[in-house]
């Protein structure tokens, strides 16, 4: 069977793109979204691509999902966390609303656990299982200011989730990574400077990649992100 792997918030922007650069290396791509029409018109454009339903928030709408995936495949080989929300630009930290915190750490710290917790029985049944949280340079401590509070630390904190559940599943053998993919111009990051998704990144070069578990030279990294490197920076 080839390799299976799951893409959250994938009907646009960066995740999108991965599940047709993964698609394009042979890869059985489940293209997810929280809107099952959003998935399916998006996978629709990439052949080997299965639309699926899949809210990062919604704990039943990620148990049918584990169903599905288990009835279909009986294995999951990469899991690539995506989904994110809430780059707030218009706050502070000292005066941010905290519900807008709460709000975007449902999506980018709680979810992708929850995915983790949820798809291992179906890791563990993958020979060579791999994890890939998509972080940002934003929650790099060790380059952190002020501004973009809610994002920030959600993306801290799930490099910090990163590193643990790195060091809890090698014995497993289990890959776990982060990665930052830089500035590109999606939806919520329309820049100037910016590439387009489709455009390989070329690597920031600076520690923004919460390496925890260094990929091989052939590793799923690679292919999601072939311009980039893995930070092997562990001062974060
Ligand atoms: P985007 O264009 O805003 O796309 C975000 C995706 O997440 C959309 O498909 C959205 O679905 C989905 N999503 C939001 N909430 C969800 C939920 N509860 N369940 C499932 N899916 C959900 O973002 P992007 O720029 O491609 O970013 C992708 C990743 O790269 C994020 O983790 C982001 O933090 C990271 N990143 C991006 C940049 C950049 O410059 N773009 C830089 C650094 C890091 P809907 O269409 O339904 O809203």
């Given at each position: 069977m080839s390799t299976v792997s799951l893409v959250t918030g994938?009907?646009?922007?960066i995740g999108r793109e991965v599940c047709s650069s993964l698609a394009a290396r042979g890869h059985t791509v489940?293209?997810?979204?929280?809107d099952a029409s959003a998935a399916q018109a998006a996978a629709s454009?990439?052949?080997g691509a299965v639309p699926l339903r899949l809210d990062v928030t919604d704990p039943e709408s990620i148990a049918a999902a584990v169903r599905e995936v288990a009835h279909r495949f009986?294995?999951?080989?990469v899991l690539v966390n995506n989904a994110a929300i809430s780059y707030d630009t218009w706050q502070r930290a000292i005066s941010a609303d905290l519900g807008v915190v709460r709000e975007a750490a449902e999506t980018n710290l709680y979810g992708p656990w929850l995915l983790v917790e949820e798809f291992l029985p179906l890791l563990r049944a993958s020979e060579h299982p791999r994890i890939v949280n998509v972080s940002?340079?934003?929650?790099?401590l060790a380059s952190m200011g002020g501004g973009t509070p809610a994002y920030a630390v959600t993306k801290a904190a799930l490099n910090a989730l990163t590193r643990m559940l790195a060091a809890e599943l090698r014995g497993e053998r289990i890959l776990v990574n982060a990665v930052c993919p830089g500035w590109v111009a999606t939806d919520w990051a329309a820049r100037a400077a910016a590439r387009s998704p489709r455009e390989r990144p070329a690597?920031?070069?600076?520690?923004?990649?919460?390496?925890t578990a260094r990929p091989a030279a052939s590793s799923a990294t690679a292919a999601l992100f072939p311009g980039s490197q893995s930070c092997p920076c562990t001062a974060h």
């Open positions: 994938a009907n646009r922007g489940l293209l997810t979204a929280r454009d990439i052949p009986g294995k999951l080989d940002s340079e934003a929650g790099s690597w920031c070069g600076r520690p923004c990649c919460q390496t």
